[in-house]
């Protein structure tokens, strides 16, 4: 097996386990709003140990690289690139810490709005590990899943002002109270924000390459 393909691989693992701690932490908030703390908080558990993962595997993939024959400029760049995928996870952890120690009051309706936007974000996963595979092989297939997922961050972005609109127009709930709720719902969608930003450093790398 090449280097290049076992490279290759080892980026499709690492996003993987990404992948992995943002359906765990999907299924976090779902607990958290059934008043399931217990299981909640297992299941951010499960982030934590997601992301441990990857970071193990980002640890791997940076010692590939360095012992590989790829120029020090490529090298450097795709150590960054492993870094914002393993950032992904990262967020993930944080937004199902953040979830379950502080334990925001948060109106039902929240819930509907923060499922539809994780669902989204788990679909990103699927065509930003697509993106690093074709990055190797295929470039104008890989800028087709970045564009995938351009459009679905913006789907995101939709929902996510919709959400805070519909919060703070509300009359019943202290300022204090929404600003809290607010703080949560930028932890996740501050994932997505990530997975974007992932897919984005694809395109100058990939002309550096062709240059």
Do not use: G, W
């Given at each position: 097996m090449s280097k290049k393909i076992k490279l290759k691989g080892m980026f499709t693992n690492h996003n993987a386990e990404v992948k992995t701690s943002v359906e765990?932490?999907?299924?976090?908030?779902?607990?958290?709003?059934?008043?399931?703390?217990?299981?909640s908080r297992?299941?951010?558990?499960?982030?934590?140990?997601?992301?441990?993962?990857?970071?193990?595997?980002?640890?791997?993939?940076?010692e590939k690289i360095k012992t590989s024959r790829i120029i020090p400029a490529d090298q450097d760049d795709l150590i960054s690139y492993a870094a914002k995928q393993d950032s992904i996870a990262d967020r993930a952890e944080s937004a199902g810490d953040f979830l379950i120690t502080q334990r925001p009051d948060m109106p039902g309706f929240a819930c509907?709005?923060?499922?539809?936007?994780?669902?989204?974000?788990?679909?990103?996963?699927?065509?930003?590990?697509?993106?690093?595979?074709?990055?190797?092989?295929?470039?104008?297939?890989?800028?087709?899943?970045?564009?995938?997922?351009?459009?679905?961050?913006e789907d995101i972005d939709n929902i996510h002002m919709k959400l805070v609109k519909k919060l703070f127009d509300l009359k019943d709930i202290k300022l204090d109270r929404k600003m809290h709720i607010n703080k949560f719902i930028s932890h996740v969608v501050v994932i997505s924000d990530e997975i974007e930003n992932a897919a984005d450093m694809l395109d100058p790398l990939a002309a550096k390459k062709k240059i």
């Open positions: 765990h932490l999907s299924e976090t908030i779902t607990l958290y709003f059934k008043n399931k703390y217990k299981e297992n299941m951010a558990y499960e982030v934590h140990l997601a992301e441990s993962r990857a970071d193990t595997i980002r640890r791997a993939i940076i509907d709005y923060l499922c539809d936007i994780m669902d989204i974000t788990i679909q990103m996963t699927d065509p930003l590990s697509d993106a690093i595979e074709c990055f190797f092989t295929d470039f104008s297939l890989m800028h087709r899943k970045i564009k995938t997922i351009n459009t679905l961050e």
